[in-house]
């Protein structure tokens, strides 16, 4: 049997007050596996600001700068202010935030340290919705679930908007790195965050992040959905180097319906709303494909 | 020099380490003059061109819990859009010092001075001092980085310049050596600080249980930055020759029937009617409040027990209350067994002018009041269509 090539040193105690089967705490794990302990994180408002645990407890091996929700762009800013007029060198700095915190109330600032190529690396741990809160409709919800303040009805009221591309976002910011990553593929997601880690300058990471409670997902499936997840397309995992778009896992091209039908939150959309997700699906993907071949056309930073 | 190259000059004298700003009117020349500073060597700091004024004091706290000297200023709508992160900062015991050049909010659009922006700030948790000089506000900030980090306060103070009376108007300022400085303030050394190797949470969630206890310790804290505040304006003033009068300052209080409260560049202005009405033998004084948090109770309570009359000028307006100094001084004197008569001028708002005229009818009304009793406890000075007040 060939040897993982995930690093075997723990950075997460138990102790997460995370949910059965909750994805985010994979997401965590993962990316300390492949930063280390000369880590700092920032985190604001969301799953993650209380998943540490109550004080004076703290689940993690490395220390956390709680923030506020809208503010983790600014709050890696500053630290990193302070630590290089400190004269401290080799720390990463982490922005570790949810989707709302993200690509709503925190793109802001987000987009702020971006723009000042802010040396950090930017983690979204994308759970599709306001889950900390209850599973409320964020900008990253994608089309046709159901959440609390999406709550179909009687008149078939789902999420009647598409969920917002923060990758093609941030690739307008001109960043020197932006990956999408997947807990179903840990080596791949350790690679690329080891990968941003090398870079220098702002990095963003797209963490897809099943959630048991709000997508009404089976706790024992939650890998089993985000590798669905890129089988169908719905999340490929790709990354943007310097500009050059490189698809880093095909999928097998599974119908999307695979990953849909495990997920209480899609189960009111009909045959030809799910053909209409398909489409959408599939219309991204081609772009995404195109993407990757113009890049390597036109050798874009090579 | 203007008020706003004193606070800039305040901030490089105190080697403020990482500086966060957006710029705002009237308080762009702050940090224009750091920008320059930093970028001509004069400063070693890392100055972060931030998006907003949200995002620059979520950067300073950060920076600060990281162990760096911070300094950030703005006005107003800024001033306001922080409101969530100036309560973070207090919370997490950080003692960054910031430079509020005090400004009307809108609407209607204003640029001109007024104390509501500051005052809407007083249950945040910093230090507020209202300054009546560019002298005092470059002193001031020297003096609140060491009030503020000290172990038995910690906590973030603002500094309150009135805009363009203060901020755009120049007047003569000393500028302490650098040297006389560094004694006067040592290198920031916080006892925590968030830095690799040490796995700690800075701001995690607490229970019930334990919440209270954290709000407990920040309130003992501001207690102990009255105190400090005169302590240090002591030690400052041993240093470098000048002192501001504490947390309440008097002037020309002394056997004085009636005495006007107020704070900022108006105490100024009143000075001289005080001056103009004694030469005239009549027995009036002047109280400015320099801190408003801490606010000076005691020296209140001592000051109130003494006169028959007690006018309070206020630059803004609590709606649905009074203006904000009035409710505290009334507070401060409500157990008092010999309380004076009181009663609130508000005046100034959006930049109109409180001229000397003013502030002499304000004192005749005081008297007036203070003989015969109160007719109506706050009035709304110099508006148009209020006959009796208007110019």
């Known amino acids: 049997m060939a040897k993982t090539t995930i690093p075997e040193e723990e950075f997460t105690y138990p102790g997460s007050t995370g949910c059965p089967g909750c994805g985010a705490n994979l997401v965590m794990r993962y990316l300390l596996k492949a930063l280390g302990e000369r880590t700092i994180v920032s985190i604001p408002a969301c ?135 997947s807990i179903a593929h840990p080596e791949d997601f350790i690679k690329k965050i080891q990968k941003a880690k090398g870079i220098r300058g702002f990095k963003f990471i797209h963490a897809m992040s099943p959630c048991p409670p709000g997508w009404r997902l089976n706790p024992m499936l939650s890998v089993e959905a985000a590798r669905l997840a890129v089988e169908t397309h719905m999340f490929p995992l790709y990354e943007i180097e310097h500009g050059r778009v490189r698809i880093t896992r095909k999928g097998k091209g599974l119908p999307v319906s695979e990953y849909l039908k495990l997920q209480g939150r899609f189960s009111h959309l009909s045959e030809s709303e799910i053909s209409e997700i398909q489409s959408a699906v599939d219309a991204s993907w081609r772009y995404l494909e195109e993407e990757e071949k113009y890049a390597a056309q036109a050798g874009i930073n090579e | 020099m203007t008020g706003n190259y ?14 966060a700003a957006y710029p705002i009117t009237p308080q762009t020349s702050i940090v224009e003059k750091l920008a320059e500073f930093v970028s001509t060597g004069e400063l070693n700091a890392k100055f972060v061109p931030v998006e907003s004024e949200h995002s620059a004091m979520a950067a300073c706290i950060a920076a600060e819990t990281a162990g760096a000297r911070t300094y950030t200023a703005t006005s107003s709508h800024g001033l306001t859009l922080m409101h969530e992160v100036l309560m973070w900062a207090s919370g997490a015991r950080l003692p960054i010092v910031m430079t509020n050049v005090s400004r009307a909010m809108a609407p209607p659009w204003s640029v001109w001075v007024d104390h509501m922006d500051s005052i809407a700030q007083r249950d ?54 650098q040297e006389m400085v560094d004694s006067f303030l040592p290198a920031y050394a916080p006892e925590f600080k968030i830095e690799v190797g040490k796995p700690m949470g800075f701001g995690s969630l607490v229970k019930p249980d334990q919440y209270m206890e954290f709000r407990y310790k920040a309130m ?110 009334k507070a401060s004197l409500y157990n008092c067994p010999k309380r ?30 203070t003989k015969r009793g109160e007719e109506s406890e706050v009035e709304w000075v110099d508006v148009a269509g209020l006959p009796r007040w208007w110019r």
Not at chain 1, 75 to 101: E, P, Q, T, Y
């Open chain 2, 340 to 369: 004076p008569v009181t009663k609130n001028y508000i005046a100034g708002l959006g930049g109109r002018d409180i001229t000397p005229k003013t502030i002499e009818r304000v004192f005749e009304d005081i008297q007036l009041v």
């Open chain 1, 47 to 181: 799953c993650w600001a209380v998943m540490p645990g109550y004080w004076p407890s703290n689940c993690l091996k490395v220390p956390i700068l709680y923030t506020a929700f809208e503010a983790t762009g600014a709050a890696i800013s500053g630290l990193r202010a302070a630590l290089d007029i400190k004269g401290i060198k080799d720390v990463n700095i982490v922005g570790f935030a949810g989707d709302g915190g993200t690509v709503d109330i925190g793109l802001q600032a987000m987009s702020g340290a971006a723009e000042r190529r802010t040396e950090a690396i930017y983690v979204m741990y994308d759970n599709e919705a306001y889950m900390n809160t209850g599973i409320q409709r964020s900008g990253s919800t994608p089309w046709g679930a159901w959440t609390t303040t999406t709550p179909v009805g009687t008149t078939h009221d789902f999420k009647h908007e598409a969920k917002k591309d923060i990758m093609a976002i941030m690739q307008a910011h001109r960043i020197p790195y932006a990956a999408t990553v």
């Open chain 2, 124 to 177: 945040t948790g910093w230090l507020q001092f209202f300054c009546q000089s560019n002298q005092e506000v470059l002193d001031t900030i020297i003096m609140a980085y060491k009030i503020c980090e000290s172990k038995g306060v910690m906590l973030p103070a603002m500094i309150i310049e009135d805009a363009f009376i203060l901020s755009h108007t120049s007047e003569p300022v000393d500028i302490p050596d």
């Open chain 2, 220 to 329: 003992l804290g501001m207690k102990a930055a009255h105190d400090r505040i005169l302590r240090v304006e002591q030690e400052f003033k041993q240093v470098f020759g000048r002192e501001h009068g504490g947390l309440l300052e008097l002037y020309r209080c002394e056997n004085a029937e009636v005495v006007l409260l107020t704070a900022g560049s108006v105490a100024a202005t009143a000075k001289d009617v005080v001056d103009s009405m004694r030469s005239k033998g009549v027995p009036v004084g002047l109280a400015r409040v320099r801190a408003f948090r801490p606010f000076p109770h005691d020296e209140i309570r001592a000051l109130g027990s003494r006169v028959a009359g007690l006018g309070v000028l206020d630059r803004s307006y609590t709606f649905g209350a009074a203006g904000a100094m009035f409710s505290e001084v």
């Open chain 2, 6 to 19: 004193a606070s800039a000059y305040g901030a490089k004298l105190s080697r403020a380490e990482v500086i």
